[in-house]
């Protein structure tokens, strides 16, 4: 589909901060594509998440595990429906842990980290999420981003301010990014979603964004 000469490489974006791209194949895009469509529906389903300040975040979200509000987690869709949030599957805290291994090139047999949270960001064609801090977790494991459909310009900071130095790095459907360790309360976001650009197999308008977390709070 964009017919470069030479495969993408993985990069070590920041030290602890690794973008893996197409790490996904099309099948295994397919079955989380499916399952983000059950997620969605209600209870506690796709909904759109509004700020302290009254701002309306432009990227529709579903959690799995706990719930995500700003700023804060629950066990129930406090800024929602008020159901109880869905259970994170076991599959999905596997996969988790391949993709850390994968990564940061663990060794075989390594127990890996406990995912417990997954947040679920639906994009169109003119959603952002601006600069923040993965801040509410008492971990400090790894975090694990996923990507499916529309590619994107995921911009990756520094720990101090949502200002420079930041990498820009083109996320595409498959691709794995982690960011742990010295990076893992990084700023991060994302500027920019590239409309049209998802694989045509997929059946994808939009980007979505799996986003796995340990949350430690018992």
Known sequence: MHGELFPR???EVAPGAVHVPDWLGLPRQRELLAACREWARPPAGLRTVRTPGGGVMTARQVCLGLHWYPYGYARTAVDGDGAPVKPMPAWLADLGRQAVAEAYGLPPGEPGPAYDIALVNFYEGDARMGMHRDAEERAEDPVVSLSLGDSCVF????????????????LRSGDLFVFGGPARRAYHGVPKVLPGTAPPELGLTGRLNITLRVGGLG
Do not use: L
Request: hydrophobic share 20%; glycine share 10%; charged share 35%.
């Open 9 to 11: 490489e993985r990069a």
């Open 155 to 170: 911009r990756f900071g520094n720990t101090v301010s949502r200002g420079r130095p930041y990498h820009d790095v083109e």
